[in-house]
């Protein structure tokens, strides 16, 4: 996979790795970058990837965490089914991501996310 400069991560379109980063998450996720490669100059895609796992991870276990208690809350009873796959794909973008035009763009995650369950249905 390619790298890029980590001198050019302004020019470095966030938005299209795993989410999108705004504001200071995107300072946080710069510094990991940082961690992830040594501080070299470049960075791998699998790095970037790398990085952007652990930032998950640690948003989860801290603040963001009640995103999935409220999440499993809702979705208890229905927990192995499409429905609670669009709503996982669904709140995650609405409340974690929050892209620009997040409830149009919340749907269409949540579509896919059914789509993705019923191909690992099979």
């Not at 946080?28 to 790398?50: C, D, H, P, S, W």
């Not at 996982?88 to 997040?102: I, K, S």
Request: net charge negative.
């Amino acid at each position: 996979m390619g790298h890029f400069s980590t001198d050019q991560l302004d020019h470095f379109s966030l938005d299209k790795n795993i989410f999108q980063w705004t504001f200071e998450r995107t300072y946080t996720l710069v510094e990991l970058y940082r961690e992830v490669n040594g501080g070299a100059n470049t960075i791998t895609k699998e790095q970037v990837v790398k990085a952007e796992g652990m930032m998950i991870a640690r948003e989860f276990l801290g603040d963001y965490g009640r995103i999935y208690t409220s999440w499993i809350n809702a979705n208890s009873s229905m927990l192995n089914t499409s429905m609670a796959a669009y709503d996982a794909g669904y709140t995650l973008c609405v409340r974690y991501e929050m892209p620009d035009d997040m409830y149009t763009k919340g749907v269409e995650r949540g579509n896919h996310a059914k789509l993705i369950y019923a191909d690992m249905m099979k």
